[in-house]
Structure formats: structure tokens, C-alpha cells
């Protein structure tokens, strides 16, 4: 069992900036792999940031070069860095991982983000 929290979620205007938090704890030495998903009003969750154990990321288009997902070891944390945000990132924001040989899907609570106009 992995359980997952979420923290950082915030209203900010136009070109703002926000960092997200997502504090793992349980059996992280079984966790794959960690990301970001976001789920907007009457739209699908969809996958915006993934980090490996290893380090690699992976992004969705609609954030390349304005959202960084990094990882503390230590803290078993991962954050994501929303700079130039739009309107469009308006969304509940969710923190994925992907857990032992089934690849286990674990969710956090989610964390609003609003971006006003």
C-alpha cells in the first residue's frame, strides 16, 4: 500500500506560478514511477508530468517548458513547478503512482488549481 498527499493547490492569476507537493508514504521502495495528473470540469484525468526512480521525465505538450516535475528522495516528495500558468490549467490536480510488478495504480486526494483571467 502506497498512500499518497497532495498539497499546494491554490487560485492564481494569469502567469502565475504555483508549486505542488505530493508526499508518499507506505511501501515506496515498490513505487515505478510518479506524475501528475490533472482533471478539468466535464473532461477526462489526463496525464501532464511522470518521473522515473531514475530520474527520467516525460511531459504532456500543453505544459512543456512551463511545468517541471522533480522528485526529493529523502522526502519521498514529489513537486511539480507551474510557472506561466493559463486559464486552461484550471483543473483538479492529482498525484499518481505506479506501484510493484502489477503496476498498482495509487491516487492522492487531488488539489484544486484555479487560474483566474
Known amino acids: 500500500q502506497v498512500q499518497l498527499v497532495e498539497s499546494g493547490g491554490d487560485l492564481v492569476q494569469t502567469g502565475g506560478s504555483l508549486r505542488l507537493s505530493c508526499a508518499a508514504s507506505?511501501?515506496?521502495?515498490?513505487?515505478?514511477?510518479m506524475g501528475w495528473y490533472r482533471q478539468a470540469p466535464g473532461k477526462q484525468r489526463q496525464p501532464i508530468a511522470t518521473?522515473?526512480?531514475?530520474?527520467?521525465?516525460n511531459y504532456a505538450d500543453s505544459v512543456k517548458g512551463r511545468f517541471t516535475i522533480s522528485r526529493d528522495n529523502a522526502k519521498n516528495t514529489v513537486y511539480l513547478q507551474m510557472n506561466s500558468l493559463k486559464p486552461e490549467d484550471t483543473a483538479v490536480y492529482y498525484c499518481?503512482?505506479?506501484?510493484?510488478?502489477?503496476?498498482?495504480?495509487?491516487w492522492g486526494q487531488g488539489t484544486q488549481v484555479t487560474v483566474s483571467s
Open positions: 518521473i522515473t526512480t531514475g530520474g527520467s521525465t
Open positions: 499518481h503512482a505506479d506501484v510493484g510488478w502489477r503496476n498498482t495504480d495509487y
Open positions: 507506505g511501501s515506496i521502495f515498490r513505487i515505478n514511477a
